[in-house]
């Protein structure tokens, strides 16, 4: 909090100079306090703060220049300094300039001059002390900042820069402070591996100052590594100049992961990790699609588990859901790359064959799905043993829409049940 009488230190041997300040002064609502010699004066200083000194350039033992120049060594946010003299003579009003004085004003003294030179001095130090204050509180909160911020200078340099970005790009603030931004700040865009993105295109076009925010960016760190980024930058104007630029930057590392995951879940059974039934209905008109295009058949297997209910009422769900992810990793084993297998809920599953383009191949590949799933299950104490029944459409053949597709393989599956179990039936053989 500052004073509202600012204080003032008058520093002169003479006393009734003293005596005339100090009346003058205080008359003008000031707080003042008075010292005889250079070494009283900085004694003073030590205890107390200023607002204002007031010194005389000539003294006995310590004169003005040399008392103003310790002063301003020995205290860390010194005071102005308005010299007195009586002389004409340059050297120690330059001498006084030199030692870190603000002004200076001749004796005799003229009160009116004095009085609006000590409160423009006044005025500009606790301006300045303000300007620093608030600076600092500004620094301070950038500084705790969780996003990357950066300041650029006039010259495109970069003049701040807060911790947070110091260790996402894992510099060190001497090696950043100075340096041009495009030295710093490599973006690419997703999908490449050129980092010549510039991140401040409005520095160069004087025309168009408008921000510019980049969504999902890559920024190289020091060491050659990269990381996402959302990225903004936005110029400082100075009237109609441009006057540099702040930058902000969020590595969004996280946020992606947590997408990643959520888009994972929202396309994949929580049980067995393989594609769940959303992911399927997004998967088979792609598929059917890419059937048409290459003039090809696509064939849709109806996969039902039989003699699973069993399981589960005699040894529990627990024992139930390791004997599907069982089943799953099973039939995973067997298909191809370009081969799609979901769970669609509860004991069924779907394949799509894009690997097998004739009938007979696609029968193997049922009678192998029967073959594995028939094979003993062993679960902690358990032996469980299931069949299969598996229903099979083709497209074009029996429908070219996604929805009758799996539809027709339902309908053959339940045929396959129907027909003993543990067999394929085809639905095209249902009408036959």
Aim: proline share 4%; aromatic share 8%; glycine share 6%.
């Amino acid at each position: 909090m500052q004073r509202l009488n600012p204080a003032v230190l008058i520093v002169d041997d003479d006393e009734v100079i003293r005596l005339l300040l100090r009346q003058f002064l205080e008359g003008e609502g000031y707080s003042v306090v008075d010292a005889v010699d250079g070494y009283q004066a900085l004694d003073r200083v030590q205890q107390e703060t200023f607002d204002l000194v007031i010194l005389d350039i000539a003294m006995p033992g310590m004169d003005g220049p040399k008392v103003c120049e310790q002063l301003c060594k020995s205290v860390k946010n010194p005071p102005p300094v308005l010299m007195i003299t009586a002389f004409d003579g340059e050297e120690s009003v330059d001498r006084s300039f030199q030692a870190g004085a603000i002004d200076y004003i001749r004796k005799p003294i003229r009160w009116a001059v004095l009085k609006n030179r000590i409160r423009y001095i006044i005025g500009s130090h606790r301006s300045k002390i303000e300007l620093e204050s608030l600076t600092k509180n500004y620094e301070q909160i950038l500084d705790a900042a969780p996003n990357g911020i950066c300041g650029l200078d006039e010259q495109n340099n970069v003049s701040y820069i807060n911790p947070a970005a110091l260790k996402m790009l894992k510099y060190e603030r001497a090696e950043v402070i100075g340096q041009p931004y495009k030295k710093i700040f490599k973006l690419s865009k997703p999908g490449t591996e050129l980092f010549d993105l510039d991140c401040c295109p409005f520095l160069k076009e004087k025309e168009q100052v408008a921000s510019i925010h980049y969504d999902e960016m890559r920024l190289l760190r020091k060491d050659g590594s990269s990381f996402p980024i959302d990225f903004r930058g936005t110029p400082i104007l100075k009237g109609d100049q441009l006057n540099g630029a702040v930058l902000v930057f969020q590595d969004i590392t996280e946020r992606q992961r947590a997408a990643e995951i959520i888009r994972f879940m929202a396309n994949h059974d929580s049980l067995t990790n393989l594609p769940n039934r959303n992911y399927f209905h997004k998967r088979l008109p792609q598929a059917i699609a890419l059937a048409k295009r290459f003039d090809r058949r696509l064939f849709l297997l109806f996969i039902d588990l039989d003699r699973f209910k069993p399981i589960n009422d005699t040894y529990g769900h627990d024992v139930g859901d390791k004997v599907l992810v069982e089943v799953g990793t099973r039939l995973s084993s067997m298909l191809r790359s370009s081969d799609s297998m979901c769970r669609i809920g509860g004991d069924e599953f779907v394949i799509l064959l894009e690997s097998v383009d004739s009938i007979a191949g696609t029968e193997l590949v049922a009678q192998k799905i029967i073959y594995l799933v028939n094979k003993p299950i062993h679960v902690k104490d358990h032996i469980c043993t299931i069949g299969a029944s598996v229903g099979i459409s083709i497209c074009p053949d029996d429908s070219s829409e996604a929805e009758e597709m799996l539809r027709h393989a339902d309908i053959a599956m339940y045929k396959a049940k129907e027909k003993g179990r543990n067999c394929w039936v085809w639905y095209k053989d249902i009408n036959g």
